[in-house]
């Protein structure tokens, strides 16, 4: 190679590499920029709402004075909502994950019931919305109450519940259920005592995952008609209701700067609770997947 | 599970059962979604043709007279879905690619945790910042900038869609066995020229479902855009103005007190049913791309 080619090459190779470096630069910028973006929107609701957020404000009802109000009726009506839709959607969603993971053969039916539960989670939320205000509202005449909210939000997070279990099942290895089975144990017995334990961590950060989908969740319930001006905590599932998404959109949507104030303090509250959730799920899941 | 444990005999217990009608439950929420859409949908187009519910040009069901042109609301839609990829894909895809291809494996651990939590965060609260913090930002640099602005909906939905993004990218980036970078590498190519010639290209259309279902999340996305973006359809290629979109119409009905069998209360499932359709397009456009890539894969 003559000397004058070696120079461009060692050229050409230098810039080569500076391309390299500049694209990393670029790649870790764009995934710091998304990091700062968190970070932004939790400091920014964090100065407007920390002011509000005492005791009294947990304790109070909503109010036409700013500084009166209060997240009691969000807070009480969330926890009616989620509890109820916990007690729905996790059996519901367990049960047909066994079914389509363990219990059914692969036959045409279970092939369509997966597509159908993979269609589902990417419908929008707010048709599930329209589906409650069609059916549980008006059709089986529930009202607009927690346990039509529920419902709706059971059908909402369903799909994910099924999906995350059926991958937790789907990762535990098939000779703990040859072992069990090899042993003259019935399937059912190996399901509950082997399979289902062995998934658990799995299926657990899919729940928690999921109720924190369902507790952030406000276009379904403003759908079925939940109530945004609420002066009462519900006493059971036939009451009203309205829940803290709710109650945040309702002070956001209001003009005056003190109303923004309470929303961001209520959002500071809504945020501890479900990024505290994710973290659980997350942690959880991490270390179900280095042990496996 | 395959073959030889599922020809296990499943005792007839009750359990067996119990399990088979809860996953019917799924196929029962998709027939009641398409039944309530069809039937109110149609009590609609009994009032309103359907030429004039695709091509009007106004959208004002509650006034006199009456409008029933849905092009406003797909219009103020479309503006939220382009604006928010224009943010979210290039973002989405830059950090899938430093957290899947540069960042070791210690710095994955701690960042990816970092972005999925992005996801965690409810949309009412994205509302809320771009109400707040980014329309305020907006008007500092474009004083003509309305409190409600169709700019302000997509950077919100943008940063919202952003965790899908690099997420699902990672995981088709990740896909890509790791032969073909060796390949690469073994010709003397530089990291930046594995990236770009050999993985993303390998991934595309793993990369490709990630950019359709998160667009799809952000036509569907409701209460940042209610919030941000305002409530007022219009046909209109400015996003300083206010607008409105097919699902924060759906919520604007809700909020008020609309009894059953009118038309107004008619109009909320004749644009979801729309919705249902979209969305549901651009989920099977995602999975076609996925089904190409695995099938390729073996």
New interface residues.
């Given amino acids: 190679m003559s000397q004058a080619n070696e120079t461009i090459v060692r050229r050409r190779l230098r810039s080569r590499k500076r391309v390299e470096k500049l694209f990393g630069v670029v790649c870790i910028a764009a995934l710091i920029l998304s990091a700062l973006l968190l970070f932004a929107l939790v400091w920014g609701v964090a100065k407007d709402g920390v002011g509000r957020l005492n005791w009294s404000f947990i304790d109070s009802f909503p109010s036409r004075i700013a500084s009166r109000a209060g997240i009691k009726a969000a807070l009480a009506g969330t926890l009616w909502i989620i509890g109820l839709t916990i007690l729905i959607a996790v059996p519901i969603g367990l049960a047909s994950a066994v079914y389509l993971e363990e219990v059914a053969p692969k036959n045409r039916l279970v092939r369509f019931i997966e597509l159908n539960v993979a269609n589902l989670a990417g419908v929008p939320s707010i048709l599930y919305g329209l589906l409650g205000l069609a059916v549980f509202v008006r059709w089986m005449d529930l009202g607009r109450t927690v346990l039509a909210g529920a419902l709706t939000l059971s059908l909402l997070i369903l799909p994910m519940i099924i999906i995350t279990a059926q991958e937790a099942l789907r990762a535990v290895p098939r000779a703990y259920r040859e072992g069990s089975l090899a042993l003259g144990t019935t399937p059912w017995r190996t399901t509950l005592k082997i399979t289902l334990p062995c998934a658990l961590p799995g299926i657990l950060t899919g729940v928690i995952l999921s109720v924190s989908r369902a507790m952030g969740e406000t276009a379904p319930l403003i759908t079925i008609g939940a109530l945004t001006y609420v002066a009462f905590t519900p006493t059971g599932p036939n009451d009203g209701f309205t829940a803290l998404p709710i109650q945040i959109f309702n002070w956001a949507s209001r003009p005056q700067a003190s109303f923004h104030e309470n929303a961001a303090a209520a959002i500071i509250v809504l945020l501890a609770v479900l990024l505290g959730m994710n973290l659980i799920a997350i942690v959880l899941r991490d270390r179900a997947r280095r042990k496996a | 599970?395959?073959d030889a444990?599922?020809?296990?005999?499943?005792?007839e217990?009750p359990?067996?059962v119990?399990?088979?009608?809860?996953?019917?439950?799924?196929?029962l929420?998709?027939a009641?979604?398409v039944l309530?859409?069809a039937?109110?949908t149609l009590g609609f187009f009994r009032e309103v043709s359907l030429a004039e519910f695709l091509t009007g040009r106004e959208w004002a069901p509650m006034f006199k007279p009456q409008h029933f042109g849905v092009l406003p609301l797909v219009a103020g839609t479309a503006m939220i879905a382009v604006g928010s990829a224009i943010i979210a894909i290039?973002?989405?895809l830059?950090?899938a690619?430093?957290?899947s291809?540069?960042a070791s494996p210690g710095v994955r651990?701690v960042?990816k945790?970092?972005?999925?939590?992005?996801a965690?965060?409810?949309?009412?609260?994205?509302?809320?910042?771009g109400?707040?913090?980014v329309t305020p930002l907006l008007q500092r640099f474009f004083p003509e900038v309305g409190v409600f602005n169709a700019a302000s909906g997509a950077i919100v939905v943008g940063?919202m869609i952003?965790?899908t993004v690099?997420s699902l990218c990672e995981d088709a980036l990740a896909a890509v066995p790791k032969e073909m970078r060796y390949g690469g590498y073994g010709i003397g190519s530089?990291?930046?020229?594995v990236?770009?010639r050999i993985v993303v290209p390998a991934a595309l259309s793993g990369i490709s479902a990630a950019f359709v279902?998160a667009i799809?999340?952000a036509?569907?996305?409701?209460?940042a855009v209610?919030?941000a973006a305002g409530m007022t359809p219009k046909l209109t290629m400015n996003p300083g103005e206010s607008i409105q979109t097919m699902?924060a119409y759906?919520?604007q009905v809700?909020?008020g007190?609309t009894p059953?069998g009118t038309i107004v209360y008619q109009t909320?499932?004749a644009v979801?049913a729309l919705?249902?359709l979209i969305?549901?397009g651009?989920?099977?456009l995602a999975?076609r791309f996925v089904v190409r890539y695995s099938l390729k894969d073996q």
Wanted: hydrophobic share 50%; net charge positive; with cysteine.
């Fill in positions: 599970m395959i444990l599922k020809r296990i005999r499943w005792s217990s359990l067996t119990v399990c088979f009608l809860a996953a019917l439950v799924s196929i929420t998709t009641g979604i309530v859409l039937v109110e290039p973002l989405g830059l950090s690619i430093y957290l291809e540069y651990r960042l945790p970092i972005i999925e939590l992005l965690g965060v409810p949309t009412v609260v994205y509302g809320y910042f109400l707040t913090m940063i952003l965790p690099s530089t990291k930046f020229e990236t770009t279902l799809s999340r036509v569907g996305e409701t209460m209610t919030l699902t759906i919520v809700s909020l007190d059953a909320i499932f979801g919705l249902f969305t549901l651009m989920n099977i999975r």
